[in-house]
Structure formats: C-alpha cells, structure tokens
C-alpha cells in the first residue's frame, strides 16, 4: 500500500492531508466517520478566485483515487486520478 493511500485511510474525524495534484495545493479531509468504521473523506481544492471545489472520494486503491461531486441541476460529476500523480506536502 502506498505512503498516501496509508495515510488517507488513516485520517480520523475532522483530519487533513495537504497535497499537490497537477502543481495545485489540495487538502484530503475526512470529514465524518460513522459507527460502522467507515468515513466520508473529500478532496477540495481553492481557485485564486477565492472559491472552494471539492469532490467526495469514493473509492481508494493503491493506483487510483475515484471521486463525485454533484453539481446544481443535480447531475453526478465523476474523476479518477492516479494516486502516482499525487504528492504530500510537508
């Protein structure tokens, strides 16, 4: 398992990773976990508007980060990046 998957696996509630995907700083959060063990973990990113994007993970392996979003008209938003392609900073 890789050194990011191990530490996005690893985050608890209200934890972060910052990261650098394509030259551009973003932040992994778990932002809930539920009675069962799983968690709810993001991937968010601010443009040099000021404005915040972010989209849910959902699914982790050791070469792929899957990610969804849903955007006003309430049609889903899907990427997958390699997870090669994603640094941590610090």
Do not use: Q
Request: glycine share 6%; with cysteine; charged share 20%.
């Amino acid at each position: 398992m890789s050194n990011l998957v191990s530490k996005i696996n690893g985050l608890g509630k209200d934890r972060k990773i910052d990261v650098v995907y394509n030259g551009a700083d973003y932040s992994i959060d778990c932002y809930m976990v539920y009675s069962c063990g799983s968690k709810a973990i993001s991937m968010s990113h601010w443009s040099e508007h000021g404005t915040l994007s972010s989209m849910n993970v959902a699914k982790i392996t050791n070469n792929f980060i899957t990610l969804y979003s849903f955007d006003m008209f309430k049609n889903k938003n899907t990427a997958r990046i390699k997870v090669a392609d994603i640094t941590i900073e610090g």
